[in-house]
């Protein structure tokens, strides 16, 4: 069992930055592949990006490409996201999850633990 605790979300200004991070805990996190995931009210929840254990490459949805970074510490067991550039539309609840799927994959059904979920909140 892998637990999951997401950190850093708030309110912050259109075009300003936010650092999420995730602490993982409860298994050998290194070969766990992690991603963001983040839910707007009425929205489906969407993959936001994700960092391979393995090999450490990243994936991106289009939607934050270009202004958001995904890094791990496997020491400290953490998983951040950077994002960079605000919107309106980048608010939402953000999640971290993981898998041992070998393939990083977009569907939520696909990632086996959640965290509980940070809200961020983008003003105008």
């Known amino acids: 069992q892998v637990q999951l605790v997401e950190s850093g979300g708030g309110l912050v200004e259109a075009g300003g930055s936010l650092r999420l991070s995730c602490a993982a805990s409860?298994?050998?996190?290194?070969?766990?592949?992690m991603g963001w995931f983040r839910q707007a009210p009425g929205k489906e929840r969407e993959i936001v990006g994700g960092?391979?254990?393995?090999?450490?490459?990243?994936y991106y949805a289009d939607s934050v490409k270009g202004r958001s970074t995904i890094s791990r510490d496997k020491a400290k067991n953490m998983v951040y996201l950077q994002l960079n550039s605000l919107k309106l539309d980048d608010t939402a609840v953000y999640y971290c999850a993981a898998t041992l799927r070998e393939v990083l994959t977009t569907a939520p059904s696909s990632w086996d633990y959640w965290g509980q979920g940070t809200q961020v909140t983008v003003s105008s």
């Open positions: 960092i391979k254990g393995s090999t450490m490459s990243t």
């Open positions: 409860g298994r050998t996190f290194s070969p766990y592949n």
